[in-house]
């Protein structure tokens, strides 16, 4: 079974699909007028029948946007999403270890080079799993 997290935003959105597995297939930032043709696109090419959603910024219009444009079959989790661009930002990290003279600086003072949204959609999907197993143990 394949799951999309998917962080929505009003300019880029954050974007991952990940197996129960663990086996990250893709994670990508792309611009929000995208994002609905490339779930769409990541939906049929990894027989998605999950999206784990973030459950903040414009996440209800988002919700309505998916359910306009995809398959009646598609069920559309919202996951809390507290405090989850700190935490990517902290796996970035350790996905891309810094190199060079900026391994010397503290991670708490590093930024990464670029945006996390789609970090924050592998987490995203992390925590949609830890509350399917909560609730089935």
């Known amino acids: 079974m394949t799951i999309l997290g998917f962080d929505p935003g009003r300019d880029k959105c954050g974007i991952a699909v990940m197996s129960a597995e663990g086996d990250l297939f893709y994670h990508e930032v792309v611009p929000a ?31 309505q946007k998916l359910q306009e444009n995809l398959p009646d079959r598609m069920t559309i989790v919202r996951v809390n999403e507290r405090n989850s661009t700190l935490e990517a930002r902290d796996r970035y990290w350790k996905m891309y270890p810094p190199k060079g003279l900026s ?6 003072m590093r930024v990464p080079p670029r945006p996390v949204d789609d970090i924050v959609a592998i987490l995203l999907i992390e925590r949609y799993w830890q509350q399917q197993q909560t609730a089935n143990p």
């Open 33 to 63: 007028a995208e994002a609905i043709a490339t779930i769409a696109q990541l939906c049929d090419r990894f027989a998605v029948l999950t999206i784990a959603m973030g459950d903040r910024t414009t996440s209800k219009s988002w919700q």
């Open 103 to 108: 391994r010397l600086i503290p991670q708490g």
